[in-house]
């Protein structure tokens, strides 16, 4: 799928905070519901690979079963990006990542609809394969597949007979773009599995640190390295966006200062503070990076950055206020109120701008700000409220009364430019689809898909709201994983309505539903951290609940946290992992992302025991043990 991206450069100025207004409860004709589930599903039907058990869109089969031989590496598996038989790795990693926002901001919301499962398993097929992308700290495949012999051919997967050579980035051959959204991938998905797979997540973490190394040590733009992506996936931005990026990624996965001082030293040299952007999506990333750092600024997390990242939230709202129309440069929009950029799959504009604007909306409400605006504040429940409009849309609230999102409604399209919905399923005719036969038979078709492909959304209108049904207008009718991903949060947070939780709070993932499948154990953990308790160890941490009350409907508990030296030697240097801490602790000293004794204590004696205690409204938090030593 071959792309055009173009970039917009301003300055936004400051202005003053006033009052906000919190939004309302959302409510209006259509399903939200029903959408999150079938744009959940979309997922599936792009799935390469050996596919599971449990897959739940039956007219695919397995296919790129031999990805990465020729190289000598195992690349089965992942995202085919779009109505193509390609895996682009710069797009895959971009899916990851807004999925797993969606899920970070949104996945109560998502476990309440019965999705969250679904959500995790997403997520989990397309990092499973970046971890196979990423088999050296310096080597990262970045594509599988080629768009120039694929878009010669039309077939369905499980027939290809294209090339399947497999393209990398290396020091030698940089590319700190693709190396950079894969680090943020990682770092995203690595919050997400926390609850649900700690050794899991300890893996993506693991591999997000390298990419993040690889990116800013070995720069470069991956298209000059894996120059057969030029014509579909060109990195227009360069790869400035995509480092302060994955910083802002990793310091949320681990709240490691590092990271956040990089976001503050790099800010104005690498544009975070000087790009106003009218668009974010798999290239551009600046009014992304920005959002996410308004949110740190407004958790109070600012410190010595504070100024810097005030100049980041400018930025921030200079996007929000230009989605609006109510900026310095303002978005363009069709007659029936959609966001345009342009002709080429502009529903990946449309999806992520609103994302970013439900959650930013979100954030202010939290803080109790407004949002600031060149000719006066707009309150949170306004900005919310766009985001919903251009979900109605999509939906079908329009000029044409087309819904956008394929099985949604009664009115959407029927002859997607997808080559494996296009063609009748292998399972109902095994019958080879030839190159250059699928054309003749299949593309020139003037008939519906012969398999739904639900839940796709799909390139969309021109700027006058006019769209054809047609399998050839590749523009308009081509689905893409970039389109669904940010959607999946919009969803979830408008079915829901306006629950009062708080977007600057880390909020705890619920568990799953037990009829939610459940995402699969790692084979082996690369990096685990033993419990403190182990019977092996010579440390034992015991915890207790020692009070509980409610304030403004919330629980809060009071835990009292153990520490014993069970071994016959002073221990001296201990140093403490804590992970789901969400409140304030007393009785350790806290530096970076690690914890100490208190300053008053050097050592402490065989079979003697310190105590700290924490506050949160949450289950106890996770406590190990990082190191230490035995005199």
Request: net charge positive; proline share 5%.
């Amino acid at each position: 799928m071959e792309k055009s991206v173009g970039l917009c450069f301003s300055m936004a100025p400051l202005f003053l905070l006033l009052g906000f207004v919190v939004p309302l409860a959302l409510a209006g004709g259509h399903d939200y519901g029903q959408a999150l589930s079938k744009s959940i599903l979309f997922f599936e039907a792009q799935r390469s690979g050996y596919l599971p058990r449990n897959q739940r869109v039956q007219w695919r089969g397995n296919s790129g079963l031999n990805d990465g031989k020729i190289s000598g590496v195992d690349l089965v598996g992942g995202y085919y990006d779009a109505g193509d038989n390609v895996k682009f790795g710069l797009p895959m990693a971009f899916t990851v990542t807004m999925m797993s926002w969606s899920i970070l901001e949104y996945g109560r919301q998502m476990g309440a609809s019965g999705e969250l499962g679904h959500a995790l398993d997403a997520v989990k097929w397309g990092t499973d394969y970046l971890i196979k992308a990423h088999p050296e700290p310096y080597v990262l495949y970045g594509e599988v597949g080629d768009g120039n012999t694929d878009h010669y051919c039309w077939q369905r997967p499980e027939d290809m007979t294209t090339s399947r050579a497999a393209y990398k980035i290396d020091p030698s051959h940089p590319g700190s773009d693709l190396a950079g959204e894969t680090a943020a991938a990682m770092a995203a998905a690595s919050i997400v599995f926390r609850r649900y797979n700690r050794a899991y997540s300890a893996e993506l973490l693991k591999h997000a640190y390298q990419l993040f190394d690889f990116a800013d040590k070995y720069r470069g733009k991956y298209d000059s390295s894996i120059t057969i992506a030029q014509k579909y996936y060109r990195s227009v931005s360069g790869y400035a966006d995509e480092l302060l990026w994955a910083a802002a990624w990793l310091y949320k996965a681990t709240n490691n200062q590092y990271y956040l001082n990089y976001l503050g030293n790099n800010g104005d040299a690498l544009g975070g503070t000087g790009w106003a952007m009218t668009e974010f999506g798999w290239d551009v990333k600046y009014a992304g990076v920005q959002t996410l750092v308004a949110k740190f600024l407004m958790a109070g997390k600012g410190g010595r950055h504070t100024q810097v990242f005030e100049r980041y939230q400018e930025k921030a709202e200079f996007f929000m206020c230009s989605c609006l129309g109510k900026g310095s440069r303002n978005a363009q929009k069709t007659p029936g109120g959609l966001i345009f950029r342009q002709r080429w799959n502009n529903m990946q504009f449309v999806t992520s701008a609103a994302f970013l604007a439900t959650v930013y909306s979100d954030y202010l409400t939290s803080a109790g700000k407004p949002l600031r605006c060149p000719y006066g504040n707009v309150s949170p429940a306004e900005l919310l409220s766009f985001a919903k409009s251009q979900v109605d849309y999509i939906l079908g609230d329009n000029p044409r009364a087309t819904s956008y999102m394929v099985g949604y409604g009664n009115n959407y399209p029927r002859q997607v430019h997808h080559r494996a919905s296009s063609i009748v399923s292998y399972k109902v005719d095994p019958s080879f689809v030839s190159c250059r036969g699928g054309y003749a038979t299949w593309f020139s078709r003037k008939a519906s898909d012969p398999n739904l492909l639900t839940g796709a959304i799909v390139g969309g209108p021109d700027a006058y709201d006019n769209f054809a049904d047609q399998r050839d207008n590749y523009e308009q009718t081509e689905p893409a994983t970039y389109n669904n991903a940010p959607l999946l949060g919009i969803l979830a947070r408008l079915h829901a309505g306006h629950s009062g939780y708080n977007q600057l709070l880390p909020v705890e993932l619920p568990a799953l539903k037990p009829v939610a499948a459940n995402p699969k154990p790692a084979a082996k953990p690369v990096v685990k951290r033993a419990p403190a308790s182990s019977a092996a160890s010579p440390i034992a941490i015991t915890q207790k609940l020692t009070a509980s009350w409610v304030h403004n409907g919330k629980t809060y508990n009071r835990y009292s946290t153990t520490i014993t030296n069970k071994s016959s030697k002073n221990l001296k240097n201990l140093k403490l992992y804590i992970s789901e801490l969400y409140g304030p602790l007393w009785g350790l000293t806290k530096s970076g992302n690690s914890y100490f004794f208190p300053a008053w204590i050097n050592s402490l004696a065989a079979g003697k025991s310190i105590e700290f205690v924490y506050i949160h409204s949450a289950s106890p938090a996770k406590v190990s043990v990082s190191s230490y030593n035995l005199v």
